[in-house]
């Protein structure tokens, strides 16, 4: 395993090469690794797999990934770094309230999309030195993630029909009243 055996540095990148290969795609191997590193001495180690884990479910809503990081955001409630990592991966995971993840590639892992990747390198890039970019002055790295979103669902414009069947169950009742009492008007007027 190269997490064991190998230098630092190449240890500390290992977090973020899983993340770049399984983003936006939660598997339960992954996330095992990931929270294992999580937990880990090395507090740069354990940031990146902490931005790890909020990119592999990125706007997926996982709810395993979901109770990690409650878990680690307990865990490290002491030391502000750390926590400041938790709350971006938890802002990642529930990204758009599950409308939106993360994609660097167009139409179903087809093409390429260099500029969503580019986003994303630069990104990871910047999370190689957590502590001079991401907890320093330039934290706003972050949003050029912003480059890899896109809506996970296909928007399509709906009927008043179906709004009003969102409606909350008592204006739901006055409203079938309503209606009935207008079709009685409107089948007696025909008559």
Known sequence: YMGQY????????????LAVLNISNPQI???DILSKLSHDTDAELSQRA??????????TNN?????????????????????????IAQGLLHMGKGLISIQPYYSDRFLLHKVGMAGIITL???CLDMANIMHGKYHWTLYYLGLAMYPRMLFTPVSYTHLRAHETGRNLVCRLLLEKKKLRIQYSFFR
Not at 50 to 59: C, K, N, P, Y
Not at 69 to 79: D, G, P, S, T
């Open 6 to 17: 190998c230098e630092i540095n190449l240890k500390r990148a290992v977090p973020l090469a």
């Open 50 to 59: 902490i931005i790890a884990l909020g990119l592999i479910g990125s706007g």
């Open 63 to 87: 709810s395993r990934i979901a109770g990690m990081l409650r878990q680690l955001a307990v865990y490290y409630n002491k030391e502000p770094n750390h926590l400041f990592v938790v709350r």
């Open 124 to 126: 990871l890039h910047s």
């Open 29 to 31: 191997a992954i996330m």
